[in-house]
Nanobody
Framework: QVQLFESGGGLVQAGGSLRLSCGYSGNTFSSFSMGWFRQVPGKEREFVAAISWTGDSQYYADSVKGRFSISRDNAKKTVLLQMNSLKLEDTGTYYC?????????????????????WGQGTQVTVSS
């Protein structure tokens, strides 16, 4: 059974940085692409970033390009999201996801290929 555990969220001032971590419990981590979504109440879930199973390909939403960086460590079964130059609009609950789409392209359209597993989310709040 696959379980995902996010950590690293919190309150930060605009312009600051946070690093989110997602731990993976279960087998076949290295064959899954991993990604991050975020959501605020009343809005749809929004794709943020994704990374292929090898780590060689990364995908980013236009709104975070140049500020966020996704990486993974298959030996440690973790994926990281480094968030720099945070803006007020980056506020939201961030969810980690693992998709059977090994290359991660399906994350970009907001609907990662099933089966996809989700974490419980971690809150990121950016203040002025």
């Amino acid at each position: 059974q696959v379980q995902l555990f996010e950590s690293g969220g919190g309150l930060v001032q605009a312009g600051g940085s946070l690093r989110l971590s997602c731990g993976y419990s279960g087998n076949t981590f290295s064959s899954f692409s991993m990604g991050w979504f975020r959501q605020v109440p009343g809005k749809e879930r929004e794709f943020v970033a994704a990374i292929s199973w090898t780590g060689d390909s990364q995908y980013y939403a236009d709104s975070v390009k140049g500020r966020f960086s996704i990486s993974r460590d298959n030996a440690k079964k973790t994926v990281l999201l480094q968030m720099n130059s945070l803006k007020l609009e980056d506020t939201g609950t961030y969810y980690c996801a693992a998709s059977s789409d090994s290359w991660g392209r399906s994350f970009v359209n907001g609907n990662p290929q099933e089966p996809t597993f989700w974490g419980q989310g971690t809150q990121v709040t950016v203040s002025s």
